[in-house]
Nanobody, 126 residues
Framework: QVQLVESGGGLVQAGGSLRLSCAASGRTFSNRAMGWFRQAPGKEREFVAAISKSGSSTVYRDSVKGRFTISRDYSKNTVFLQMNSLKPDDSAVYYC???????????????????WGQGTQVTVSS
């Protein structure tokens, strides 16, 4: 298992930006496709963005396309989620997740990720 720790959440006004970080421990970070998910109170967890093991492929949910960018830094064992033009509907706890090492591509299905962080709260005020 890889240990994941998210940071960077906070309170921001609509239209503002935040950059979430997910620091991974262990030497298997470079062998894992990574994803970001979020869960708002009373709602189911939903996919936000994902990046392949190589970093060459990314995928986003439609509502964040053009506003969010996922990236990874292998030297820092960290995955980032840059969030711009934030909206109140983006408010949620954001979770970082890692797929098992044998999968090169990312997934939009939470059940296909084996390791999860504790989450970081993002609140966007109107």
């Amino acid at each position: 298992q890889v240990q994941l720790v998210e940071s960077g959440g906070g309170l921001v006004q609509a239209g503002g930006s935040l950059r979430l970080s997910c620091a991974a421990s262990g030497r298997t970070f470079s062998n894992r496709a990574m994803g970001w998910f979020r869960q708002a109170p009373g709602k189911e967890r939903e996919f936000v963005a994902a990046i392949s093991k190589s970093g060459s492929s990314t995928v986003y949910r439609d509502s964040v396309k053009g506003r969010f960018t996922i990236s990874r830094d292998y030297s820092k064992n960290t995955v980032f989620l840059q969030m711009n033009s934030l909206k109140p509907d983006d408010s949620a706890v954001y979770y970082c997740a890692a797929r098992p090492p044998m999968y090169a591509v990312s997934s939009q299905r939470g059940e296909e990720y084996s390791s999860w962080g504790q989450g970081t709260q993002v609140t966007v005020s109107s």
